[in-house]
């Protein structure tokens, strides 16, 4: 279980539905599951935990769009797709991902797609 809970202020639900997809990967699994087991070892308060995975979702989001370096086109058959709260899901299958050195492909896929630039205004406090 848990311990570690995101806040539900109408203001963070944009920021947490964005930021919080990096929270599922695996460097986002473990930092979870180590401040997890701080919280139930009383070394870290809830609130303590909450603030680094915060700035875990802002440095995620702020590397991959300042550093990543690398161009990639993919193609594929869409199956389904839809737009909701200003993220886009689109399931593919039969794709194909062209990057400079390499191409990988995928029976399905799901890729998930957020507007940097309405999570960038909502953590400055604009709407």
Not at 26 to 52: H, I, N, R, Y
Not at 86 to 102: C, G, H, M, P, S
Request: some cysteine; proline content about 2%; aromatic content about 8%.
């Amino acid at each position: 279980q848990r311990r570690v809970m995101g806040d539900s202020s109408p203001s963070s639900s944009l920021m947490s539905s964005a930021y919080e997809l990096y929270r599922k990967c695996t460097l986002g699994t473990s930092l979870t599951d180590a401040l997890d087991d701080m919280v139930g070892q009383g070394l870290l308060s809830p609130e303590l935990a909450f603030k680094v995975l915060q700035q875990f979702d802002k440095s995620m989001n702020e590397a991959l769009a300042t550093q990543s370096k690398t161009n990639c086109k993919f193609k594929g058959n869409l199956h389904t797709y839809r737009f909701c709260d200003n993220v886009w899901t689109f399931l593919l299958q039969d794709a194909t991902f062209k990057t400079d050195n390499e191409t990988i492909h995928a029976d399905k896929i799901k890729i998930v797609a957020c507007d940097g630039r309405a999570v960038s205004r909502a953590a400055e406090g604009n709407p």
